[in-house]
């Protein structure tokens, strides 16, 4: 009888380590489709040009071989019409996500003698602004924006550049945009 009471105890006990350690289904989901922009255009976004902007380019990249070029914040952008050019995506956080993470790399060359107030570069989601940028980042940034709020949502992730100016180019580029969970 004891003996019996033992191997029930162990086959329960067994039966608990290998229900615990069985792995659950992968917390799957697109996150940002060509945020890498290695398909040379901007397939999977929708944006909003301005003269000559947005571009995808191959000089200034931060990993790959081509990264977004959002303005120049001069004459390439401040030329006739909208003087604003963006690119959005919506994204799906699902609700099995923990830890869902938006990062992004952004470079700015240049800054103008006026100072703020003559362009920049933004990022929103949901149209709340969470980077705004309009001098030199001497190189190649990171931006880290914890998108817990969001899990069991479609966000919308935008990224702007404007200019009021035609003469002093400040040059603003985007690169790796990245929505990750555990
Ligand atoms: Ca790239
Ligand atoms: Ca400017
Ligand atoms: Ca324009």
């Given at each position: 009888m004891k003996k019996l009471f033992l191997l029930l105890f162990f086959l329960a006990?067994?039966?608990?380590?290998?229900?615990g350690c069985t792995p659950g289904p992968p917390c799957t989901g697109a996150g940002v489709v060509n945020g890498d922009f290695e398909t040379g255009d901007f397939t999977y976004w929708t944006?909003?040009?301005s003269d000559q902007?947005?571009?995808v380019q191959y000089t200034e990249v931060y990993s790959g071989s081509a990264a977004a070029y959002m303005g120049d914040g001069a004459a390439g952008l401040n030329g006739p019409g909208d003087d604003t050019a963006s690119i959005q995506q919506i994204v799906y956080i699902p609700a099995c996500a923990t830890?869902?993470?938006?990062?992004?790399?952004y470079q700015v060359i240049g800054t103008d003698s006026g100072g703020e107030g003559y362009d920049w570069m933004k990022v929103y989601i949901n149209g709340t602004e969470i980077l705004y940028i309009w001098s030199d980042t001497s190189g190649w940034q990171q931006l880290q924006y914890n998108l817990s709020a969001y899990i069991n949502t479609s966000i919308v992730l935008k990224i702007s550049a404007w200019t009021i100016d035609s003469i002093s180019a400040v040059d603003y580029y985007v690169d790796n945009v990245s929505i990750t969970w555990d």
């Open positions: 006990f067994a039966s608990f380590l290998l229900v944006f909003t040009e902007f947005p571009q830890n869902p993470l938006l990062k992004l790399n």
